[in-house]
């Protein structure tokens, strides 16, 4: 990202607020808060990163733990019900990463708002740099979604999977999928109805996430400020 010129001074230029002169601090205070919206950034990133990597260190100690606690029971009653006491713990605690992981990101997009509000103040500053900038300058949902995703057009449907908590969520429902077919084994239905129950469990697990996420997604509007900056309309080719 381009920094500012520090020997600059900085014109206000928020919506609703008299033009005049910020005094000599004003830039100094605007870099300043750039970068610590940008360590907030940083933080919400590691913190993504923890939670995931937490989720998934459980979710391979319970994989071990089955594998060996099958060798020695051989796949009886004992284990069924050891899997089915650890598997439900490690389900939920993948439903509470995905929904840790959906506050992070409205939480990162807050501080997206942010920037994109500082970096139009750089832009009323020194207009001629705009086609230096690849990141929006305008705090709306529209430049929210430019600076934080910069794709030139919208992702496709399937992009709900690539996304990290998409990734949880699958492996989450195989979680689910797989105690269901456990239990099947518990109460003896059968090699075909075991991987039925656990295919259906697995499916619903999906679609629950889905649908939660249908849901909590359009809501990043109510995590953002009113804008001040919108960004232009479309211009009509026709």
């Not at 679609?207 to 400020?225: E, G, H, N, Y």
Request: glycine residues 8%; aromatic residues 8%.
């Amino acid at each position: 990202m381009l920094e500012p010129d520090p020997t600059s001074r900085v014109v206000p230029t928020h919506a609703g607020v008299p033009s005049g002169d910020l005094g000599p601090h004003a830039l100094q205070i605007l870099t300043t808060e750039h970068w610590s919206l940008l360590a907030a950034r940083n933080l919400v990133y590691t913190e993504a990163l923890s939670r995931t990597s937490i989720y998934v260190a459980a979710l391979t100690g319970a994989v071990v733990a089955l594998a060996l606690v099958a060798q020695v029971t051989d796949v009886g009653s004992a284990f069924v019900a050891f899997a089915l006491v650890l598997l439900p713990v490690v389900y939920f605690l993948g439903v509470v990463t995905i929904v840790r992981l959906s506050q992070v990101n409205f939480e990162d997009a807050r501080w997206v708002q942010g920037m994109n509000r500082i970096r139009n103040a750089y832009l009323q500053l020194a207009p001629e740099l705009e086609p230096y900038f690849v990141t929006s300058r305008y705090d709306d949902r529209a430049g929210v979604l430019a600076s934080a995703m910069a794709m030139r057009r919208v992702p496709p449907r399937t992009q709900v999977f690539v996304a990290v908590p998409g990734v949880v969520a699958v492996l989450d429902s195989v979680v689910a999928g797989a105690a269901a077919g456990i239990a099947g084994v518990g109460l003896d239905v059968g090699l075909a109805g075991c991987i039925a129950l656990g295919g259906a469990f697995f499916l619903l697990s999906v679609v629950s996430f889905l649908a939660w996420a249908m849901r909590t997604i359009p809501k990043i509007d109510t995590q953002l400020d009113d804008a001040l900056f919108p960004s232009p309309p479309p211009v009509d080719s026709g």
